[in-house]
Every structure is written in C-alpha cells, then in structure tokens.
C-alpha cells in the first residue's frame, strides 16, 4: 500500500514463514522487505519512513513530522490493542491455510511466544470476536470527523490499521464487522484504493455482514 | 498547555460547573473557551486548530496536516478508552471537590449521562485502577521509539493524553501508576513542561508511587 500510495513500480514475492531466512542474506527476522536498487530496507514503518525520505516530490506518507510522530502512536494501539483481540481470532485459520514444513514452524514459534496452544488460543476467539467492535471504538469515533486517519485522504497510518484487518480478511472464516459499522466503510474504501490492490486479494471471507 | 505551547500571554477565569452559561453569553455547552480578541473559539481541539492557523509562525501544535488528522485519532482514543477508565476512578472525587450547587448539578447531568449513580461508578473504581496500566499500553509501547506522542518534542496530541491524567491528578486521591513506568516518567516530562505550568495546580495526590 506504500509503495502504491508513493507511485513507485514494485515487483511482489512470495514469502512463506520458513523460507524467511533466505530473504537478503537473512538479516530480517520478518517480513516485509523491500529492494530498492542498492537498498534493502526490512520492518514495514521504516519501510515507510525510506519512501518518505527517498521520494519526498511523490504523494506524503506522513503529511509532516507530526504524522510520522503520531503514525508511531497508532502503531502501538494497533499492536497492543487490534493484533491482540485479532490474534485470538485468526490464529487457527492462519495455521490452516500453511503448508506442513510452516506449519510446524508457525505452531512452534507462536505456541512458545503465548505460552498457550494454538488450540488454546481459539478458546478466546468467540470472546474476541465479541470483544472487537469496542476496541475499534477509536477509530469508529475518529471516523465521525474525517474519512481517513490521515484527514481527508489516507497516509500510512490508514495503512496500518489496514494491514491489521487485512490480514484476518485473508486468512480467517469469521465475519468481523456489521454492515453499517463506520469502521467497516472506511475499511472498504481502503480495499479500493490504488485501483482495488487491496481487494485484488480474494478474502476468505467478507469481513462484514452483508 | 496550548497558548503555552504557542507563547501567546494569557488569562485564566476559573468557572464552576454551573457557571458556564455565563460564560461569552452561552453559546458554548462546555469549556474551555477562548477570546482573543474579537474572537471567541469552544472545544479544546477546535482551540488548538484556531490558535494554529491564527499563530502560525510559533510553535507549531500539529507540526503538519497529518499530524493534526491523527491528534483527532488521539483524542479519539483518549475519549474513548482512557476516559471511560479515568471516569469511574474520578468520579466520587471530582464531586467531593465541588461546592453545594455544583454538587447537585453535577450529580443529576452525570447521572441522566451514565445512567447510574455516581456511587455505582464509584463501585468500578478498583477495577478501573486495575484496567488503568492496560489501557495506557499503546502509550507505554510507543514511548520505547520517541518521548512524546509529536516525536522529539510535544505537540497538541501530547496535552489531549495529558489533560485527561491532569484531571485525576486534581480530583483524585488515587495512586494511578507505578513510578518507573515510562508513562508516568512521560507525564511528569509534561509536568515540567512550560515552565511547570501544569505541577504548578496542586495534585490532590501523586499520581504514581514514589
């Protein structure tokens, strides 16, 4: 979605969990990466932050350093709040969709972060489910006076949130979302964005009621 | 904390609960109001806007478009999540502090609003100082890249988090967090800030363990 927002031409790779380590030598223990020419940048903000500074005559990511400021912010709310109550939800259906080598990898590495079983994890998903209307409060409030976390048209910190319900879109069978829901709209217009890239993307399930 | 932050001189006029419709002939529901001049300006958020576009060779309070699109996803978090925490653990001692008739009002608004007695939220308030350090995580997470919510140095999103502390630092006798944790360290960062313009209103109690 950065690269689309800036502009700039891009090739995608495929990356499963496993084959990670072969990403640039292995010196990210996550994805996203990119190469840009000499430049390898990993860690989807960062990411963020070279665009900015690489292409400061396209379209802004930030609309300022007070944006780049506050984009750091709505990262850690997504993080501690939306991956947390996601989490629970997607977990299973993330391992589901893998293949068996990642499979062991995902159940291993997951399973020793939480300190719980996959399996125990799906224990919270109703609960969760039940729970993420009123951890998206913020945004549903926000979005009573502007379209988009970035004002009136969207910068990186949409990207994030995004990226958060993107990744239940595409990996889980729930229906997340109302129909009607603020949330839910916004969350539509940015599977529209940059000619449908978003949505170019088959979910496994519509994210909300329709 | 915002005409302090743009140096602007200023006057302050306490005002009780029931004196606000004295206040520029009524017209606001709520304070703070502002005059400048010929200009009369409610809604702190809208304050900050006004003194922004008024002032803008001083200190900026965005620092950009994106940051003053994402403060309102901050005042949006800050209503949503941390007040209604903040709510049940101030409550009792916010109307303690309040003359007779302050008192009666006060009472029977917050009550029609919450649709409880102020002693039913009262009732809340151990579980609220337990949810308190949960609901500042994204807080405390982004505070390991950068000191203040505007970066390197505060902007108006800054005081939208500290205003709702401030608040209870006045009102309440409750110890909310615990001394090292890097949101109290922020929050006496905002303390000091301004020449101490907010530890210059005595706290009813510390607001962190010492």
Chains 1, 2 share one sequence.
């Not at 084959?19 to 990210?28: I, L, S, T």
């Not at 893998?98 to 125990?120: H, I, N, W």
């Not at 229906?175 to 839910?184: F, I, K, M, N, Q």
């Amino acid at each position: 979605m950065a690269l689309a927002h800036k502009g700039l031409p891009f090739e995608r790779n495929k990356v499963s969990f496993t084959q990670v380590p072969e990403v640039e030598g292995g010196v990210f223990k996550t994805v996203p990466v990119i190469r840009d020419g000499n430049q390898v940048v990993g860690d989807s903000f960062l990411i963020a932050v070279y665009l900015e500074d690489s292409y400061p005559d396209r379209a802004s990511l930030f609309a300022g350093q007070g944006g780049q400021a506050m984009a750091r912010f709505i990262e850690s709310w997504t993080n501690a709040t939306l991956h947390a109550t996601l989490r629970d939800i997607a977990m299973m259906g993330i391992h589901e969709g893998l293949a068996p080598v990642d499979q062991a990898y995902f159940r291993a590495t997951r399973e020793a972060r939480m300190g719980m079983t996959l399996e125990q994890t799906a224990q919270g998903r109703d609960a969760a489910l039940k729970a993420l209307p009123g951890t998206l409060m913020p945004l549903r409030l926000m979005l009573k006076s502007q379209p988009w976390i970035g004002g009136a048209s969207p910068l990186f910190a949409d990207y994030i949130v995004f990226g958060a319900l993107q990744w239940v879109r595409l990996t889980s069978p729930d229906t997340l979302l109302e129909t009607g829901d603020p949330v839910a709209e916004w969350f539509e217009r940015c599977l529209d964005l940059h000619d449908g890239l978003g949505r170019s993307v088959p979910a496994r399930a519509t994210l909300h009621r329709s």
